[in-house]
């Protein structure tokens, strides 16, 4: 099927300008400046109306909940969640049930995304204190990364032993995606304010526990266990200012969607629908992300998505659930924040580049026609149109700038298929 889209504003590398795009078997095969429509045979033809065409997003950071978790979302659910948020290829955490750290849990992943999922993928192996002896056998042209939890999280995940820390930097094939907060810390900061002030702490607390310095002194550590073995680090949802300044030559930082849009003041009012790990801090630490994100000291910007029911959301900082649905608002939330010059480069090229993704992420002839058209508009968010399975969002209420209009995966709105890496 070839496709033209014309009429459109091109945001890629760089500039914003009028054109149009030509597809033909799930690539682009022309990207033409100007505001005539080219001359040529397609069998649809969709007129932009003068929106923006963006590359589609790439979200090297969400939890689908599929297999094991699949009451609060699936594959499906969250894929379709993300393709109407203009997000067409994401990468996924091993977190589930069971975690994926073995090479039957990862590649029975892959087959059940085959199945289900609308949007192009790639998993994350689940590094632990005991497997260590497969990251050798991973496939680096198929597989996004190794995630190392060093701080507790969702399954028997944490690795808490140097060694085996030391291992994984040091025989990784593959960039290690790491979330930083050291466990003890926490540990020690819960029982203490638990003392103080009782188990049913209120989640304004969330921020205390998992502490900025929970953060640092645990992003220092992968930093050194990535200066000392070499390995290439990417230091996950950032949270603190403090943390920016270990960032740099082999060590690049991804923002969450969520920390660049709350602080601790939204706790008041949006309670424990914000509490996520690491914490979203202080309006400081805010605007100093948001400012690294602008001139690119943080190279990418991910959602963290990680739906939960509303009912798994009660208990306060010390037994609500971690984690929020973002990624079918992430797209227009950045757009708001940064205008879509920083936007693209942030979700769409630097993740293509920092991941080595083959033919994504730009809107260039021969690469794969993953792409969303976006029209500047005022909305506001209401529960109906919500798709993920948890059916809630943070960001209800809230009034957007733009709005996606349509998806394409691989040209279509209906073909996915695995990322591939170089």
Same mark, same amino acid.
């Given at each position: 099927?070839?496709?033209?889209?014309?009429?459109?504003?091109?945001?890629?590398?760089?500039?914003?300008?009028?054109?149009?795009?030509?597809?033909?078997?799930?690539?682009?095969?022309?990207?033409?400046?100007?505001?005539?429509?080219?001359?040529?045979?397609?069998?649809?033809?969709?007129?932009?109306?003068? =929106?923006?065409?963006?590359?589609?997003?790439?979200?090297?950071?969400?939890?689908?909940?599929?297999?094991?978790?699949?009451?609060?979302?699936?594959?499906?659910?969250?894929?379709?969640?993300?393709? =109407?948020?203009?997000?067409?290829?994401?990468?996924?955490?091993?977190?589930?049930?069971?975690?994926?750290?073995?090479?039957?849990?990862?590649?029975?992943?892959?087959?059940?995304?085959?199945?289900?999922?609308?949007?192009?993928?790639?998993?994350?192996?689940?590094?632990?204190?005991?497997?260590?002896?497969?990251?050798?056998?991973?496939?680096?042209?198929?597989?996004?990364?190794?995630?190392?939890?060093?701080?507790?999280?969702?399954?028997?995940?944490?690795?808490?032993?140097?060694?085996?820390?030391?291992?994984?930097?040091?025989?990784?094939?593959?960039?290690?995606?790491?979330?930083?907060?050291?466990?003890?810390?926490?540990?020690?900061?819960?029982?203490?304010?638990?003392?103080?002030?009782?188990?049913?702490?209120?989640?304004?607390?969330?921020?205390?526990?998992?502490?900025?310095?929970?953060?640092?002194?645990?992003?220092?550590?992968?930093?050194?266990?990535?200066?000392?073995?070499?390995?290439?680090?990417?230091?996950?949802?950032?949270?603190? =200012?403090?943390?920016?300044?270990?960032?740099?030559?082999?060590?690049?930082?991804?923002?969450?969607?969520?920390?660049?849009?709350?602080?601790?003041?939204?706790?008041?009012?949006?309670?424990?629908?914000?509490?996520?790990?690491?914490?979203?801090?202080?309006?400081?630490?805010?605007?100093?992300?948001?400012?690294?994100?602008?001139?690119?000291?943080?190279?990418?910007?991910?959602?963290?998505?990680?739906?939960?029911?509303?009912?798994?959301?009660?208990?306060?900082?010390?037994?609500?659930?971690?984690?929020?649905?973002?990624?079918?608002?992430?797209?227009?939330?950045?757009?708001?924040?940064?205008?879509?010059?920083?936007?693209?480069?942030?979700?769409?090229?630097?993740?293509?580049?920092?991941?080595?993704?083959?033919?994504?992420?730009?809107?260039?002839?021969?690469?794969?026609?993953?792409?969303?058209?976006?029209?500047?508009?005022?909305?506001?968010?209401?529960?109906?149109?919500?798709?993920?399975?948890?059916?809630?969002?943070?960001?209800?209420?809230?009034?957007?700038?733009?709005?996606?209009?349509?998806?394409?995966?691989?040209?279509?709105?209906?073909?996915?298929?695995?990322?591939?890496?170089?």
């Amino acid at each position: 099927m070839r496709l033209l889209i014309h009429n459109a504003q091109i945001v890629n590398e760089g500039r914003i300008f009028p054109g149009s795009v030509l597809i033909d078997n799930q690539l682009i095969t022309d990207v033409v400046e100007g505001v005539n429509c080219p001359a040529v045979s397609a069998d649809e033809t969709v007129d932009a109306h003068q =929106a923006f065409l963006l590359p589609g997003a790439i979200d090297d950071h969400v939890h689908f909940r599929d297999p094991g978790l699949t009451h609060k979302g699936d594959m499906l659910s969250e894929s379709e969640a993300a393709r =109407a948020g203009g997000v067409t290829s994401i990468m996924d955490m091993p977190n589930c049930k069971p975690a994926t750290i073995t090479l039957e849990t990862l590649n029975d992943k892959f087959v059940e995304a085959g199945k289900k999922c609308v949007v192009n993928y790639s998993f994350y192996f689940g590094a632990t204190n005991d497997n260590v002896s497969l990251l050798p056998c991973l496939d680096i042209h198929r597989v996004c990364g190794v995630k190392v939890f060093m701080g507790s999280s969702t399954g028997n995940m944490l690795v808490d032993r140097r060694q085996s820390l030391a291992e994984i930097f040091s025989l990784s094939p593959l960039l290690v995606a790491a979330h930083c907060e050291d466990q003890q810390t926490i540990s020690q900061n819960a029982k203490s304010y638990a003392a103080q002030y009782g188990d049913n702490l209120d989640v304004s607390f969330h921020p205390f526990i998992r502490s900025r310095e929970a953060c640092l002194a645990s992003s220092r550590l992968a930093v050194d266990l990535s200066r000392r073995s070499g390995a290439r680090l990417h230091l996950l949802h950032i949270t603190t =200012a403090e943390e920016l300044a270990l960032l740099g030559d082999n060590v690049t930082g991804e923002a969450a969607v969520a920390h660049l849009l709350f602080s601790d003041a939204d706790y008041a009012t949006l309670g424990s629908r914000i509490k996520c790990n690491p914490a979203v801090k202080t309006a400081a630490d805010r605007l100093a992300l948001r400012q690294a994100v602008a001139d690119g000291t943080i190279s990418v910007v991910g959602t963290d998505h990680a739906p939960h029911l509303l009912s798994e959301k009660e208990g306060g900082a010390l037994k609500a659930a971690s984690g929020m649905p973002m990624i079918q608002f992430s797209l227009i939330g950045m757009l708001d924040l940064f205008g879509p010059v920083v936007t693209v480069q942030r979700m769409c090229h630097a993740p293509a580049e920092l991941f080595h993704i083959q033919k994504r992420g730009f809107i260039r002839k021969g690469y794969y026609a993953d792409l969303v058209i976006v029209q500047p508009q005022q909305w506001v968010l209401s529960k109906d149109d919500i798709l993920s399975k948890c059916k809630w969002s943070p960001l209800e209420g809230h009034q957007f700038r733009h709005k996606v209009v349509r998806t394409f995966v691989n040209g279509t709105s209906q073909t996915a298929m695995p990322l591939l890496f170089n």
